[in-house]
């Protein structure tokens, strides 16, 4: 339900209806409070009317009403909701590929993963994270598809492209692209760097790749326990620099740097003349810890955009895998969709369902989760939104832009959601206590880990310092 407002000035902004997308009215039972809310395009609440933003749509710009109450919960922001890195402007939300691959083994193909950038660049929306590694197929697994998500992102886009739409009566912004380069023993020279940014910018289809990361540090030393190898980051800076310097990339950026690491880059990448633009890690409301929020809190000192990797906390935040709460309020048909069409290992899912349960056998206090989604359904029920929206909120907020994985039109436009909207310090401040009261912080899941990989001869780690 809506805040009871004391005070408020409205201002109703209309456009053609016929220019608008609109997805049906969304009903949810709560499982606490056995409730019922449903979501309306328009709704009457306290003599207001209160139009969702996006609706868990897409679209860019909507009829939508300016409330301006005593309490400062403004819930309309620009038609656009934008934020910068680097020299780029991109939606507030990003879309994660990591587990995009081709259904074809010969081919380039998968009409689920077209219809999504369909949907994306139509709504504004499009701001794409990949890596060269990216895909979740056995072939990419083995190493056999190095670079197809780039390649089929490159389809998909420049087919989208091509069509020259614009929306409501002005040209859409264009995609953005970034994609990454992983540290290997067999990389190591400043031209090792920029052959492999070419290669990714000739699999993009691109003049110039938009923003090209370092997937993490130079982690994979393989003869380390033989008292052989030495890090090789300060060289893959210096490749960073020359690929800016030739003109293959727009910007830079770095993944899994804690602050310190995070200033011997910057400092390295000024004295060639290159700003470093973004750091990406793993940050949620129950990844906070080890580092993770002063990282972020260095990066937003420095100048240096921080994007958000598992933001849902492998789903966790979503209510997805908790029983009291898959069928509750707030948790909506792109939750269940990720559920029932999950592509996690059974051993992921063991781990998953550890912490969204919780108990003696665990390690973990019984329930799990369930105070924190309580919290998170108080705040979605209020705002008239989903728990996966207020959870990319939280990182919004946090002045993070979260990088969520997607492959279906559902999850984008739910995770859209998110974006035109803040929540209140005092909202903030509340989902903060309630997720420090657990006591306890994600880590990931089977081999999938938020501080470490899995490198085949083993398990490298990196730390947040």
Not at 311 to 334: N, R
Request: charged share 20%; hydrophobic share 40%; aromatic share 8%.
């Amino acid at each position: 339900m809506a805040a009871v407002f004391d005070k408020f000035l409205l201002l109703q902004l209309v456009v053609s209806v016929a220019a608008i997308r609109t997805p049906k009215d969304a009903c949810f039972v709560s499982s606490w409070s056995k409730k019922t809310t449903c979501i309306k395009r328009e709704q009457r609440t306290n003599n207001m009317l209160v139009p969702q933003m996006y609706d868990g749509g897409m679209t860019s710009t909507i009829a939508r009403t300016i409330a301006i109450p005593a309490n400062k919960k403004i819930n309309i922001k620009n038609k656009y909701d934008s934020t910068r890195i680097g020299n780029l402007v991109v939606p507030t939300v990003g879309i994660g590929t990591i587990s995009w691959s081709s259904k074809s083994l010969t081919t380039l193909d998968n009409p689920e993963l077209q219809t999504l950038v369909e949907e994306a660049c139509a709504s504004d929306v499009a701001f794409f994270d990949t890596a060269e590694r990216y895909g979740s197929n056995l072939k990419t697994a083995f190493g056999l598809g190095w670079g197809e998500t780039e390649s089929l992102i490159s389809k998909f886009v420049n087919k989208e492209v091509a069509s020259d739409e614009t929306i409501i009566g002005r040209k859409r912004s264009s995609p953005i692209i970034a994609t990454k380069f992983t540290p290997s023993p067999w990389r190591k020279t400043v031209e090792s760097v920029v052959e492999a940014c070419e290669l990714s910018r000739q699999r993009l289809g691109v003049d110039q790749i938009d923003l090209y990361q370092m997937n993490m540090p130079d982690i994979v030393q393989p003869l380390r326990s033989f008292g052989m190898g030495s890090s090789k980051d300060e060289v893959y800076w210096e490749g960073l620099a020359e690929c800016h310097r030739r003109g293959l990339v727009k910007n830079v950026g770095v993944s899994n740097y804690g602050p310190t690491l995070l200033m011997k880059c910057q400092d390295a990448l000024a004295k060639k003349g290159v700003p470093l633009a973004s750091n990406q890690i793993a940050y949620s409301l129950i990844g906070r810890q080890n580092g993770a929020q002063e990282t972020v809190d260095k990066c937003i000192e420095l100048g240096i955009k921080p994007l958000a990797c598992y933001p849902f906390a492998m789903g966790l935040l979503t209510g997805k895998y908790s029983s009291s709460s898959v069928s509750g309020a707030a948790t909506t048909d792109a939750s269940l969709e990720s559920l029932t069409q999950s592509q996690k290992s059974p051993l992921e899912l063991k781990d998953l369902m550890k912490y969204a349960n919780g108990g003696s056998s665990t390690g973990l206090p019984t329930g799990g989760i369930d105070p924190l989604l309580r919290e998170l359904e108080m705040v979605a029920m209020d705002r008239e939104k989903t728990i996966a929206q207020v959870a990319l909120n939280y990182i919004i907020c946090k002045g993070a832009i979260p990088i969520p994985g997607a492959r279906s039109i559902s999850q984008v436009r739910d995770n859209a959601g998110a974006m035109g909207w803040r929540l209140t310090p005092r909202e903030v401040g509340a989902l903060e206590d309630a997720a420090d009261r657990l006591g306890f912080s994600f880590e990931g899941a089977g081999f999938k880990r938020v501080s470490e990989k899995f490198v085949g001869y083993g398990v490298e780690k990196w730390i947040l310092d």
